[in-house]
């Protein structure tokens, strides 16, 4: 079973730059289209940016030109560079199998990023 832990959330200045990581436990995870959510308080998660197996990358409207999904397979891991970062980024970030693709795995505790002055 494929367990994913993403790290690198914090608390940054509007403006700002973060950088998420997501490593999957197990090798296979290298065969599936992944993407980062976010969920904000009282808000639906959403998916915010993916990336095929052939790293071919999609975003949400709110995002794109900010952030960068990528991955690195041999590592087992995906990042999410996120700059200009605005107060409406704020939420917990979660790394999955793109669920327009696939079945997501189990969800992990994800990544807190708070953006504020």
């Known amino acids: 079973q494929v367990q994913l832990v993403e790290s690198g959330g914090g608390l940054v200045q509007p403006g700002g730059s973060l950088r998420l990581s997501c490593v999957a436990s197990?090798?296979?995870?290298?065969?599936?289209?992944m993407g980062w959510y976010r969920q904000a308080p009282g808000k639906q998660r959403e998916l915010v940016a993916s990336i095929t197996s052939a790293a071919a990358t999609e975003y949400a409207d709110s995002v794109k030109g900010r952030f960068t999904i990528s991955r690195a397979n041999a590592k087992n891991t995906v990042y999410l560079q996120m700059s200009s970062l605005k107060p409406e980024d704020t939420a917990v970030y979660y790394c999955?199998?793109?669920?327009?693709?696939?079945?997501?795995?189990?969800w992990g505790q994800g990544t807190q990023v708070t953006v504020s002055s």
């Open positions: 999955n199998a793109d669920v327009n693709r696939q079945s997501p795995y189990p």
């Open positions: 197990v090798s296979r995870f290298r065969f599936s289209a």
